[in-house]
């Protein structure tokens, strides 16, 4: 399943979305998102299942969010 | 520039070219023709294949680093480089390829990573010269894809693989100083391993523009640089900085031209075995590329390293 990911750098900043992983189960999705994007010492991140994603714009009928 | 010829006779791949003329950002796989799909895959996989075989490249090499700082450098940069083939990957996958298929599913030929990293890195002076120079390599290509792509998805991608990047090189540099500054045995390794890395990156960058068959990476504004372009911003680059640390390159700034001229015959021949160029046997492109496509003496061990030994204690290629 693929899982979007999001992370803020600090407390100013918006939630952003810094990429995707294809993991088995939320649990792994946690840890591939971790390892995979440090390229920060994020203070918040979390991944959310593409699938739970609703697009609003007529863009969004696929998912553009590539990574 | 047939391949160009070819896309624009069909209507469909014209609009689209048009479109990105005038600004227009692929997003999706509904924007794509085959002509554009077909040739961001075959960027994706060259950029892919790259990050993942400096993987066991710098591992091995990690093995001579000086001290335990040193070596948790490199394989924090292994760490790095195989994050950065995965983002590579991924997006294929949105696009309907295989990622066990790439990693585990093909032949150590079908990889699609320069002949540089077919090379094994054999001292600490090696390494470092490989974060200087391939890593620059690097920087030089994907920075002009961030800059110039019109596939959204790959430009939000690159933002976390330019800034790591930029580390690599640091790391490279900074000890390439450190080197030279040294003196004796390090500084000779140092130009030694300069000797056929610097020939090595040149090579890289490919076909010089007045060879060049097709650019269906420029058509769709895949990259912004031609091939020369991007050679001229390398040596510009890593040709004052050896300058600077008294480490002799085969090139140098032609003031009248406004250019970086090469000293040697270009392309010419390589013995991988004794590491050396031979500057007095020049060749053309398409020996050049038949000596990449025969592959480079770490190949195989690369890939066995990356998908595990097909004989070995636990299977190979299992998917």
Partial sequence: MIYEVFARKDHHQELKHVGSVDAADDELAKVYAWALYDEESWVEMCVVPRSAIIPVTEHGRVPVWGN | MTAVKDLTADQAERALIEKIQAGFTVESEEDMTPGYKKALLTQLTVQGDTELMSGPAYYLAAR????????????????????????AYRLMEDLGVD???????????????PYGFDQPLENWAEMVVANGFFDRAGICLLSDVHENTSYGPLRRALVKVDREEILHLRHGESWMRRLAKAGGEAREALQRAVDWMFPMTLEWFGLPDHLKRHSDQLVYRLKGKTNDQLRQTWMAATVPLCESIGIKVPAHYDAAKGEYVIDYPFPCQYDPEAKRWLFDEPITWDQVFERWKARGPMNQRYVEMIQGKADGLFGGRRW
């Fill in chain 2, 99 to 113: 990622k066990r298929w790439l990693i585990y599913g093909r032949e150590p030929h079908e990889f699609k990573h």
């Fill in chain 2, 64 to 87: 001579d680093a000086p001290t335990i700082n040193s070596r948790i450098a490199v394989i924090a940069i292994v760490h790095d480089e195989l994050g950065h083939a995965n983002i």
